[in-house]
Each structure stands twice: as C-alpha cells, then as structure tokens.
C-alpha cells in the first residue's frame, strides 16, 4: 500500500530517531553536519547532510528541537547505528551524549487527516515549519501537505507504510541515502541546497572543503532527477545508462507503484535529456528537472 495526501495516517515505520543532549550538543553538530545549527529553533525543523572526509553523503537526516531543548535526529532505520558509531568517534571531550529513541510513533500524511486522527493544535504552515503540542511534534515537510507527526503513541489500526513516506520524498525532491548509496556523491547533487540543508557560512564542517569548492570555483555535472519507468522497481545504486551504454548516473531510490516504479536517481546533466535505461534494459522518462522547486 502506497499512501497519498487523501489517504488515512500511516506510520513512517522506515525512520528512526537519534537524541543528542548535552550543553555542546549544538556545537558539536554544527561541526559535522552541512546545515547552519542557529537556524535550528523550536518551531523551525532543520534538513541536514552528514558527510565523508572526502565530501560525500553518508546520511540525509532531519534536526528536530525537542521540548526540553534537546535534539531529535531523524534518520533511516538502515543506518542509525552506523550514524551514531559516527558521530560518537568525533565526541572526544564535548559534553553531548548520544543515544536511539524508540518511545512514541512516527506518523504522516496530510493536515485533515492527521487531525482525524488525534492531532489538535495548529498545523504548521511553511515547509519546516514545526508545531509542538501536548499531541507531540508536528512538521511540514516538503510536498503538498505532507506533514510528519512524532507522536507519543499510534492506535493499533495505523498501517506501517514504508513506500508510501518513500514515494512522497522522490515525489519532493528529497534525497534518500541507502548503506549501497553512501559515500558516492557530494550534497549539491543530491538536492541538499534546494532542500535549504546546505550552509555555504557556517564555518567548517566535516567534508566542507570539498562542498565549499564545488560551490565557489566549480560547477556541479550532476543533479538529483525523478524519473518513472515500467516493471520491477531498480534498487538503490544500480546503475543507469544511456542508449550507447555510456554510464549516465545511478539510482538513489525506487518504489514500485502499478506496473512500474517512480524513482530518484544522479545524473549526469548532459544525460537528462537523452534515453536512459535500467541496469536490466529498461527505459526510464525523466520527470523533473533538477531546478524544479519542491512543492510547498
């Protein structure tokens, strides 16, 4: 089941959380992620990158400020532990403790039905926007009203939908890393900038050398696309090709919808606009254009 705006809540049950307290947690991950942690408030939810030395994404996550002050991280489940072995090597003296949380429910879908079921406060307007309630934590993701709801409890009839909260991403632009897709591609590829989880004055940062290069001498060959095809679904870092078979960029993530699948994949810009195929020989439309904007 693939859930859309109209359809019942669902849980995200793909994604997991990360606290981080401590009175340096805020510097400590101002050092290792891409995003600028002083825009991160109460009612601001903040996207970020966590990269390799070399530049590259190891994880696209999301920083959520927690009623106590403390910091949620959200994350796919595939890579939570390798995060939070990560992140603790580089803790050395900082006052921050790190730990997974698995207390309460991830749930989404539109304003409507959240409401139905059970969320009562505002709902949050602008993309990143962030209500919290004695309901939860509630924020606006990029889409058409999609929402995220980081609730205390889910009743027992809520569907678990995994797809679903994954098609809504590819649909927004929002890239998805996978263990297979980790370390392959600096962020303005992947759609970080657009998705405002890319700092360029923030200061240093692990991989920002390469990030800051790439923005002020050099210009990205790649980009983040959606694209549709027919049949099984690709997986995460199969590769696409062109009609000549020349390499033209791989898959980030593919759900299967119908008889087909929709997908997120970096290419090559110059590759865009000719045919393209699947690792199998499939042909595959490119759908966007990496500029489009996500929608509101």
């Known amino acids: 089941m693939s859930m859309l705006a109209a359809a019942p809540p669902a849980l995200a049950s793909g994604l997991r959380l990360i606290r981080a307290t401590g009175e340096d947690v805020r510097a400590f991950l101002q050092g290792q992620l891409t995003a600028d942690l002083r825009r991160l408030a109460p009612n601001r939810a903040l996207p970020a990158g966590l990269l390799s030395p070399k530049g590259r994404l190891l994880a696209v996550l999301t920083l959520i400020e927690d009623r106590d002050g403390s910091v949620l991280i959200e994350v796919r489940a595939e890579l939570r532990e390798a995060l939070l072995k990560r992140l603790r090597m580089f803790i050395l003296r900082a006052r921050v403790q790190l730990s997974p949380l698995d207390q309460g429910a991830l749930l989404f879908g539109s304003g409507p039905c959240l409401q139905a079921a059970g969320w009562s406060a505002p709902l949050p307007q602008a993309v990143w926007e962030q209500v919290s309630g004695a309901d939860g934590l509630l924020i606006r993701r990029p889409g058409p009203d999609r929402l995220l709801w ?140 990496p500029a489009t904007p996500a929608p509101a």
């Open 150 to 289: 980081i609730a205390p409890s889910a009743a027992a009839d809520i569907a678990a939908d995994d797809e679903g909260w994954r098609l809504a991403e590819i649909r927004a632009g929002a890239a998805v890393i996978w263990p297979e897709t980790q370390d392959r591609h600096v962020p303005q590829m992947a759609g970080l900038e657009r998705l405002g989880a890319l700092a360029f004055d923030k200061g240093c940062y692990t991989g920002q050398e390469i990030v800051a290069r790439l923005h002020y001498l050099g210009e990205a060959k790649r980009a983040l696309f959606r694209l549709a095809g027919d049949g099984p679904a690709p997986a995460p870092g199969s590769s696409l090709r062109t009609a000549d078979a020349a390499a033209a960029g791989e898959v980030l993530d593919a759900v299967a919808l119908g008889s087909g699948f929709e997908a997120s994949a970096v290419l090559l810009i110059s590759a865009a606009s000719q045919p393209l195929r699947t690792e199998d020989g499939r042909p595959v439309t490119v759908r966007a254009d």
